[in-house]
């Protein structure tokens, strides 16, 4: 009778074990099924166009040439520069750029944004996404590992391998947890075997002990539900499982976060770093006015196109698009030199010419420009241009121009709408108890004119500042022992980006840069709203950390003496080893299933 039972209580125990081991893979494969989900959106037969005469004749408006003829091939044949067409309803098969065609596009899977986004000639798709209305005529940019949704399942991969601090406290404990355990279990065992049946001779009729009440048997089975029902699983489990859901829940949402390590950072930030051009603005400015000196405007406009040409800052292209736009032959230039954050210095037609802020254009010649001369050009170029943009929804930056033997000879006044939730945004930071602090490389008057908009308070204020400057500032603020995060989207915020605790790059038109590069979060969807996305998010996922170590602990505290048997003596309680297993079990599914809820987390409403 005492082998049957003890025969039994083994099958239970190794049932309720595997039984939970099953459950908990179960739970850890559907956490990370989001990626497989995203991958599975890439199309695997793509449309090649063929056109024999090269598709000379191909318009915005002909999505296919006279002579063209389509073929369907597997999505992995297609190479960069193939050319391929995408009929509405159909899912874009790789990056690429339309040559062809009008439409309306579902990048929801990429960027977290429900609105389609049109699209036209010399635009860029990204494969995964979903083509609406029209066919488009598209040309192939990347392929494969190296398409936008790939990068984003190997980064999120990569993301969620690296261990939060906090995990690594997890870590440390189950290490020694175990060994303890062990002991833990051989004190049990001689205590009840040696103390205990002899100072509490009742617990010997308990059904532990076997129909004979024997003292060896309840010892044993005492020492082996120590060592069963304590449960390290779940401490290891606490951490990891909720990072894996959060990181793959933000890649849904549009945020590419790049470890648990910056969820944990970006949970406890009490400041967070603004950047304006691009960043509060929406990083498409257009020339509004050009004054100048005793030249014509058109001259002006022409050599800072020049200098400007190979530059990627969002104003140098707005200069050359001016430029292009009213047809003036741009001259070529040698010997360009970019400072981030000041200027661009190039020799056009033979004599030095720089662009940028004021100060350092002044610095690169002589004569110097006379104070007066330089205020009446600024009040005549911001003269002009608040004829054309007069809303305070506007932000309006002055490049200066400079040539070698005249000094500044003329500015550019360049405008950029404000983005339509960048006053929300940092409204529900501050409501969030998070402060904001505006960094700008620009005028400082312009600068006070946005943070005025957007509602950062003029302590917060910096402007004309240089990219060391910015930097600077967030090691000022890290060093009065802040949390900073700082948000940018260009070269110039790279450093600041790389400082920071958590730097936060807004991606825009899907394109690599020195920022997304440095940044620790990428918003792919291009919205500022999605830093508040991005710190509620990880708000949540701590709090599920911080929900799973408790009950992981809290579980071993209470399990663990009561499988020692300190119920036994006034209560004839003792728990079975089968008992045991099945709460081992159920302690780890129910922290992997506490970090699924996760899965149904919505970011917080606007207020």
Same mark, same amino acid.
């Given at each position: 009778?005492?082998? &049957?039972?003890?025969?039994?209580?083994?099958?239970?125990?190794?049932?309720?074990?595997?039984?939970?081991?099953?459950?908990?893979?179960?739970?850890?494969?559907?956490?990370?099924?989001?990626?497989?989900?995203?991958?599975?959106?890439?199309?695997?037969?793509?449309?090649?166009?063929?056109?024999?005469?090269?598709?000379?004749?191909?318009?915005?408006?002909?999505?296919?040439?006279?002579?063209?003829?389509?073929?369907?091939?597997?999505?992995?044949?297609?190479?960069?520069?193939?050319?391929?067409?995408?009929?509405?309803?159909?899912?874009?098969?790789?990056?690429?750029?339309?040559?062809?065609?009008?439409?309306?596009?579902?990048?929801?899977?990429?960027?977290?944004?429900?609105?389609?986004?049109?699209?036209?000639?010399?635009?860029?798709?990204?494969?995964?996404?979903?083509?609406?209305?029209? !066919?488009?005529?598209?040309?192939?940019?990347?392929?494969?590992?190296?398409?936008?949704?790939?990068?984003?399942?190997?980064?999120?991969?990569?993301?969620?391998?690296?261990?939060?601090?906090?995990?690594?406290?997890?870590?440390?404990?189950?290490?020694? &947890?175990?060994?303890?355990?062990?002991?833990?279990?051989?004190?049990?065992?001689?205590?009840?075997?040696?103390?205990?049946?002899?100072?509490?001779?009742?617990?010997?009729?308990?059904?532990?002990?076997?129909?004979?009440?024997?003292?060896?048997?309840?010892?044993?089975?005492?020492?082996?539900?120590?060592?069963?029902?304590?449960?390290?699983?779940?401490?290891?489990?606490?951490?990891?499982?909720?990072?894996?859901?959060? +990181?793959?829940?933000?890649?849904?949402?549009?945020?590419?976060?790049?470890?648990?390590?910056?969820?944990?950072?970006?949970?406890?930030?009490?400041?967070?770093?603004?950047?304006?051009?691009?960043?509060?603005?929406?990083?498409?400015?257009?020339?509004?006015?050009?004054?100048?000196?005793?030249?014509?405007? /058109? $001259?002006?406009?022409?050599?800072?196109?020049?200098?400007?040409?190979?530059?990627?800052?969002?104003?140098?292209?707005?200069?050359?698009?001016?430029?292009?736009?009213?047809?003036?032959?741009?001259?070529?230039?040698?010997?360009?030199?970019?400072?981030?954050?000041?200027?661009?210095?190039?020799?056009?037609?033979?004599?030095?010419?720089?662009?940028?802020?004021?100060?350092?254009?002044?610095?690169?010649?002589?004569?110097?420009?006379?104070?007066?001369?330089?205020?009446?050009?600024?009040?005549?170029?911001?003269?002009?241009?608040?004829? $054309?943009?007069?809303?305070?929804?506007?932000?309006?930056?002055?490049?200066?121009?400079?040539?070698?033997?005249?000094?500044?000879?003329?500015?550019?006044?360049?405008?950029?709408?404000?983005?339509?939730?960048?006053?929300?945004?940092?409204?529900?930071?501050?409501?969030?108890?998070?402060?904001?602090?505006?960094?700008?490389?620009?005028?400082?008057?312009?600068?006070?004119?946005?943070?005025? +908009?957007?509602?950062?308070?003029?302590?917060?204020?910096?402007?004309?500042?240089?990219?060391?400057?910015?930097?600077?500032?967030?090691?000022?603020?890290?060093?009065?022992?802040?949390?900073?995060?700082?948000?940018?989207?260009?070269?110039?915020?790279?450093?600041?980006?790389?400082?920071?605790?958590?730097?936060?790059?807004? #991606?825009?038109?899907?394109?690599?840069?020195?920022?997304?590069?440095?940044?620790?979060?990428?918003?792919?969807?291009?919205?500022?709203?999605?830093?508040?996305?991005?710190?509620?998010?990880?708000?949540?996922?701590? +709090?599920?950390?911080?929900?799973?170590?408790?009950?992981?602990?809290?579980?071993?505290?209470?399990?663990?003496?009561?499988?020692?048997?300190?119920?036994? !003596?006034? &209560?004839?309680?003792?728990? +079975?080893?089968?008992?045991?297993?099945?709460?081992?079990?159920?302690?780890?599914?129910?922290?992997?299933?506490? /970090?699924?809820?996760? #899965?149904?987390?919505?970011? #917080?409403?606007?207020?």
């Amino acid at each position: 009778m005492l082998h &049957f039972l003890t025969n039994r209580m083994q099958v239970m125990l190794l049932g309720f074990i595997l039984l939970g081991r099953s459950l908990e893979e179960r739970a850890r494969i559907k956490a990370s099924s989001d990626m497989n989900e995203l991958l599975s959106l890439i199309s695997t037969k793509s449309r090649l166009v063929i056109a024999p005469s090269g598709g000379s004749d191909v318009s915005a408006e002909n999505v296919l040439c006279t002579d063209a003829m389509c073929i369907e091939v597997p999505t992995d044949d297609i190479r960069v520069g193939d050319s391929l067409l995408v009929l509405p309803g159909e899912t874009i098969p790789v990056d690429g750029k339309v040559m062809a065609g009008r439409s309306v596009v579902d990048e929801s899977m990429l960027t977290g944004e429900s609105l389609p986004v049109f699209k036209e000639k010399g635009l860029s798709v990204s494969a995964g996404t979903l083509n609406w209305d029209g !066919p488009l005529r598209i040309e192939a940019s990347s392929t494969g590992s190296n398409s936008t949704i790939s990068k984003i399942v190997s980064m999120v991969e990569d993301a969620q391998g690296r261990e939060a601090p906090i995990q690594r406290l997890a870590d440390s404990i189950a290490g020694p &947890f175990v060994f303890s355990v062990m002991t833990m279990s051989a004190a049990t065992f001689a205590f009840w075997y040696y103390i205990g049946t002899h100072i509490f001779p009742d617990v010997l009729l308990n059904d532990i002990a076997g129909p004979d009440g024997n003292s060896l048997l309840l010892s044993m089975k005492l020492a082996v539900d120590v060592l069963v029902v304590s449960c390290p699983c779940a401490l290891g489990l606490a951490t990891p499982t909720a990072i894996l859901v959060g +990181t793959s829940l933000g890649a849904k949402q549009g945020l590419l976060i790049r470890g648990g390590d910056v969820l944990e950072r970006l949970a406890g930030i009490d400041y967070i770093t603004l950047d304006k051009t691009g960043t509060l603005t929406e990083g498409r400015p257009a020339v509004s006015a050009v004054a100048s000196l005793g030249h014509e405007e /058109s $001259e002006i406009l022409k050599i800072a196109a020049a200098v400007e040409k190979t530059a990627s800052h969002p104003l140098a292209n707005a200069i050359i698009a001016k430029a292009e736009s009213l047809n003036l032959n741009i001259p070529s230039t040698r010997g360009q030199l970019a400072e981030p954050g000041s200027g661009t210095l190039a020799e056009v037609n033979g004599l030095l010419v720089a662009v940028g802020k004021l100060s350092w254009v002044r610095e690169r010649f002589q004569p110097k420009t006379s104070l007066s001369d330089i205020k009446r050009l600024e009040q005549t170029a911001i003269l002009q241009s608040s004829a $054309e943009y007069s809303s305070s929804n506007y932000s309006r930056t002055i490049v200066y121009v400079g040539r070698e033997g005249e000094g500044v000879i003329g500015a550019i006044a360049i405008s950029d709408n404000l983005r339509c939730d960048a006053e929300s945004t940092v409204n529900r930071l501050q409501q969030m108890g998070i402060c904001t602090v505006l960094l700008s490389g620009d005028r400082e008057e312009a600068v006070a004119e946005i943070a005025k +908009t957007v509602g950062v308070e003029n302590e917060f204020v910096n402007g004309s500042l240089t990219p060391q400057q910015k930097s600077g500032v967030i090691s000022n603020l890290q060093a009065s022992g802040h949390r900073v995060a700082m948000v940018g989207d260009g070269i110039n915020d790279a450093p600041s980006l790389a400082l920071a605790d958590v730097g936060i790059a807004l #991606q825009i038109e899907g394109q690599e840069n020195a920022a997304s590069n440095a940044a620790s979060i990428i918003l792919l969807g291009n919205r500022l709203s999605q830093v508040v996305e991005a710190i509620d998010l990880a708000r949540a996922t701590m +709090t599920k950390v911080r929900q799973n170590l408790t009950w992981a602990v809290a579980y071993n505290v209470v399990a663990i003496p009561m499988a020692a048997g300190v119920l036994l !003596p006034h &209560f004839d309680f003792a728990m +079975t080893p089968s008992l045991s297993g099945g709460m081992m079990a159920m302690s780890s599914i129910l922290v992997v299933s506490n /970090s699924l809820l996760l #899965q149904f987390h919505k970011p #917080q409403k606007k207020k």
